[in-house]
């Protein structure tokens, strides 16, 4: 069992950054890939970034088109927390963000995801 508990978010304006963090709790943070996926009002939840657990992996990450080049996930094994990086935010980019979990290898796909965090609101405004 694993719990995430996501912070960081808030109001900021078109074109500033923030950074949210997703403390896990639980055994094994690093058998698990970690996720950030995103949910705007009446849109589906979707993928954003995903980052594998080990070194051996060198810690493999991929990105939704959407962010690519403006977002940058990472994580702390030692500390058992995961964060993402995100500059140049657009209103477009305004969701709750929820911090995700899975065995193994990363995924895009929100149902294959093990367990999530109770998410964090992120607003731009324009």
């Known amino acids: 069992q694993v719990q995430l508990v996501e912070s960081g978010g808030g109001l900021v304006q078109a074109g500033g950054s923030l950074r949210l963090s997703c403390a896990a709790s639980g055994r094994a943070f690093s058998d698990h890939s970690m996720h950030w996926f995103r949910q705007a009002p009446g849109k589906e939840r979707d993928f954003v970034a995903g980052?594998?657990?080990?070194?051996?992996?060198?810690?493999?990450?991929n990105y939704a088109d959407s962010v690519a080049g403006r977002f940058t996930i990472s994580r702390d094994n030692a500390n058992n927390t995961v964060y993402l990086q995100m500059n140049t935010l657009k209103p477009e980019d305004t969701a709750v963000y929820y911090c995700a979990a899975r065995r193994g290898v990363p995924t895009m796909r929100a149902k294959e995801v093990n367990y999530w965090g109770q998410g964090t609101q992120v607003t731009v405004s324009s």
């Open positions: 980052i594998r657990g080990t070194v051996s992996s060198g810690y493999y990450r």
